[in-house]
């Protein structure tokens, strides 16, 4: 079956970087997602990466996709206390239906 | 603006007493969805709907009820609450064909059931 896989906690000081990690098992997957939120709100679409792909980078963040191991990252550079939130990586199989990992709750420190 | 919206945000309730949490979309998208967040497990689908009469079970339907008799709107009911149906749930909408990253979520509803 499917299931995406993440650890639950990762405290970084402002101004490192925060890796966020996850780990799927559907090899069938077409899209891999994060998703952000922030304490009290919904969901908000941080980013995403086609299957084919295995990096992308919008400002300060950078998706890694390695297919082989089924193992997605979150980079998140020079990270600020506004980053702090649960983010949830998720992924699509060939019918459309999002799965959603258990999500990392970042806690940045100054 | 394009938007879901979910009502009420809070809920604190009884066991057995029936409540309904609504949700609307003003983007006519034809796919909506629900889900529940629950602590260590993410996001879990309820039910869906692919469109106008059109509702199919998710990966935890039990315990829940939809209908979709208007485009827009999706409620969600709980005929019998029980305590483990305390979470947070979210709505969701995309049009049909659209994909995944496409979706617009509800901003949450915290029900709390004792």
């Known amino acids: 079956g499917e299931d995406v896989e993440q650890s639950l906690f990762l405290s970084v000081r402002e101004g490192d970087s925060s890796v966020i990690n996850c780990t799927y098992t559907d090899s069938s997957s077409t899209y891999l997602y994060w998703y952000k939120q922030e304490p009290g709100a919904g969901l908000q679409l941080l980013t995403y990466?086609?299957?084919?792909?295995d990096m992308k980078q919008d400002q300060r963040l950078t998706v890694l996709l390695n297919k082989k191991d089924k193992h997605l990252s979150l980079r998140i550079a020079d990270t600020q206390t506004g980053d702090s939130a649960i983010y949830f990586c998720a992924e699509t199989n060939p019918t459309d239906k999002l799965i959603f990992g258990t999500g990392t709750r970042l806690q940045v420190f100054p | 603006e394009a938007q879901v919206t979910q009502n009420p945000r809070y809920l604190i309730t009884v066991t057995g007493k029936k409540l309904t949490v609504t949700c609307s979309q003003n983007?006519?998208?034809?796919?909506m969805s629900w889900y529940r967040q629950d602590p260590g497990l993410g996001l879990r689908q309820i039910y869906y709907s692919m469109n106008v009469e059109v509702t199919d079970k998710g990966d935890v339907p039990e315990g829940y009820k939809v209908s979709r008799k208007e485009k827009r709107n999706f409620p969600l009911i709980l005929e019998s609450p029980s305590p483990n149906q305390t979470s947070l749930y979210f709505c969701?909408?995309?049009?049909?064909?659209?994909?995944?990253?496409?979706?617009?979520f509800g901003p949450g509803t915290r029900l709390t059931v004792t």
């Open positions: 969701a909408s995309r049009r049909a064909g659209g994909v995944a990253y496409e979706q617009y």
């Open positions: 983007m006519n998208h034809e796919y």
């Open positions: 990466i086609f299957s084919n792909m």
